[in-house]
């Protein structure tokens, strides 16, 4: 397993269970089918920037603090950048293509991965375009026009 597998795992068993040392974490990476020794789990821990919390009962255990770009924007912020920044909304089966200004497609797929709308599978932005992939089940033209009107278009 490579390594950023490896610690996307990792990251994933801290907010499942309450790990207490790296001896334990290694035992649950384990029951993954994940080799790793406690010196590799040291380091994975050191570079996931994982520290030690005490919990109710004053237990401490291992946490990833959330970084910036993961805490979830409210839907205003989300509001905010589209109509300052959508210029044009298209869409095709379940994906949708926002047109922005020059240099500004990241801007508004970084508040849309943010916003964290359950129905947004994920983006990908370009310079002045982006494409947002809508759930199958939602599809582009009900997401297109949800996102048009975010957008005041």
Same mark, same amino acid.
């Given at each position: ?12 068993? #801290?907010? *499942? +269970?309450? @790990? ?7 035992? %649950? %990476? ?10 590799? @789990?040291?380091?994975? %821990?050191?570079? #996931? !920037?994982?520290? *030690? ?10 946490? =990833?603090?959330? #970084? &910036? ?7 205003? +912020? ?8 959508? @210029? ?8 949708? =293509? ?7 497609? +990241?801007?508004?797929?970084?508040? =849309?991965?943010?916003?964290? %709308? &359950?129905? =947004? ?16 089940? @939602? !599809? ?6 949800? #996102? ?6």
């Amino acid at each position: 397993m490579a390594k950023t597998q490896r610690q996307h795992k990792i990251a994933q068993l #801290l907010e *499942k +269970h309450a @790990v207490t040392s790296q001896a334990q974490l290694v035992e %649950l %990476l384990a029951g993954d089918k994940v080799v790793a020794t406690q010196a590799t @789990v040291s380091r994975d %821990l050191e570079e #996931l !920037g994982a520290v *030690k919390v005490r919990v109710p009962g004053g237990e401490t255990v291992y946490a =990833i603090p959330e #970084l &910036p770009t993961q805490q979830v924007a409210p839907e205003d +912020h989300l509001r905010r950048v589209m109509g300052d920044w959508v @210029v044009e909304v298209a869409h095709s089966l379940n994906l949708v =293509i926002l047109r922005t200004p020059p240099g500004s497609a +990241h801007v508004v797929a970084s508040a =849309i991965d943010r916003a964290g %709308l &359950p129905d =947004i599978v994920g983006t990908v932005a370009g310079d002045d375009t982006l494409m947002v992939v809508a759930a199958e089940r @939602v !599809g582009g033209a009900k997401m297109a026009k949800k #996102l048009s009107g975010l957008a005041g278009l």
